[in-house]
């Protein structure tokens, strides 16, 4: 149990009577200094439930991403205060693209058909980088490109340490990972911004689905509960991840499960309704998604003995990092589809289910 002094100024306790994903805390001065048991946590934790907290406190590059999370909270909130017409002239989903806004409702949740209680708006790395074209943009944004450019570096500092701890891990050659994962490489990566507005108190449920992320790294910043994570396990019930001033929440996507054969986990999560007084409060969350460059094949990687084999009767899927990431980013939006096939969009949920032994 996490003591409830910690939390962020101005907002609600998050309760203490409330089933909380048991995530190891890891230390990223510690990582940078390759301490040899902070190592050995991060490894477990990748391997074992794909989720950790990433402590910024104790290191400068830490810090410095921290204050670019400060001030992405306020544009992100500015950004959302915007007129829904205006908002809407940046949905981008009917030219294929999964960048710009997406607005609440949007898409199928669970085979119900339900539909999700969030607003996003995606902002490209390739865009901010100068890798492609700018895309039209809120004046929000544009007069906010330089910080939103400074936290996608510092964030990408931190999935590039990410890989390259797991590269180690795994025995896979120098920068094999990080190499499919440059920050001026073509890719899906992205800045998200996330509001979530309470719910209605007779009607609470499920606002964002359950799933696995669709790319490599997530580094998460929240400070609201909502987020609930499944842990491994037959009789796994979902628990809350609490969420800590100071930290990202760090985990695997699919690509790393493709990458390893299952033996890296992207495991099952989900967001609903904010716990206790938390949910009458407007739910905010910045995220970094790192994904393979877009002609990544997702595949079993070559040259590490601790990746398991294929099985001899398995044909891996031929799909590419970009089009795994449109299939899965807007193959559940119902304007785009006359009926959503809720499982040709899935991604590694079935491994994720399976019990390790």
């Known amino acids: 149990m996490m003591a409830s002094a910690e939390k962020f100024d101005g907002l609600p306790p998050f309760p203490d009577d409330v089933p909380t994903a048991p995530l190891l805390r890891l230390s990223l001065e510690k ?16 391997e074992e439930i794909g989720f950790f907290y ?11 991403i921290l204050q670019d999370a400060d001030r992405l909270f306020k544009v992100g909130e500015q950004l959302f205060e915007l007129d829904l017409e205006e908002k809407q002239k940046y949905d981008f989903s009917k030219e ?4 710009g806004y997406k607005g609440q409702g949007a898409a199928v949740v669970d085979r119900q058909g339900n539909v999700d209680r969030n607003e996003f708006y995606n902002v490209s790395k390739d865009d901010i980088m100068g890798v492609s074209k700018p895309l ?4 929000i944004l544009r007069e906010n490109r330089d910080p939103i450019k400074s936290f996608m570096e510092n964030a990408h500092s931190i999935v590039t340490l990410v890989l390259d701890l797991l590269n180690e891990h795994l025995g896979l050659p120098p920068s094999t990972l990080s190499n499919l994962h440059r920050l001026t490489g073509v890719s899906g990566d992205q800045v998200r911004f996330i509001k979530a507005p309470p719910q209605p108190m007779d009607d609470r449920r499920t606002a964002l689905g359950e ?6 790294v997530t580094v998460l910043f929240n400070r609201l ?4 994570i499944l842990p491994p396990g037959e009789d796994a019930e979902w628990c809350y991840v609490r969420p800590l001033p100071g930290h990202a929440i760090i985990n695997l996507g699919d690509a790393m499960v ?12 989900r967001v609903v309704a904010p716990p206790g007084q938390q949910a009458d409060i407007t739910r905010y969350s910045l995220v970094y998604f790192a994904r393979p460059e877009d002609n990544v094949p997702l595949k079993r990687l070559n040259g590490s003995d601790r990746i398991p084999p294929l ?14 990431i449109i299939r899965r980013a807007l193959g559940r939006r119902v304007a785009l589809y006359s009926s959503v096939d809720f499982d040709k969009s899935a991604g590694t949920e079935q491994i994720s289910r399976r019990i390790k032994v």
């Open 258 to 269: 493709k990458f390893t054969n299952g033996l890296l986990r992207s495991n099952i999560h």
């Open 225 to 228: 509960g909502g987020l609930q």
């Open 54 to 64: 990433l402590d910024f406190r104790d290191s400068q590059r830490g810090e410095s």
């Open 31 to 46: 990582l940078l200094q390759r301490d040899s048991g902070e190592i050995k946590r991060f490894s477990e934790a990748c």
């Open 136 to 139: 039209p943009a809120p004046e």
């Open 211 to 216: 799933h696995t992320d669709f790319g490599s």
């Open 96 to 99: 294929n693209s999964y960048f």
């Open 311 to 324: 099985p001899s009767d398995v044909v891996e899927e031929d799909i590419n990092s970009k089009d795994w």
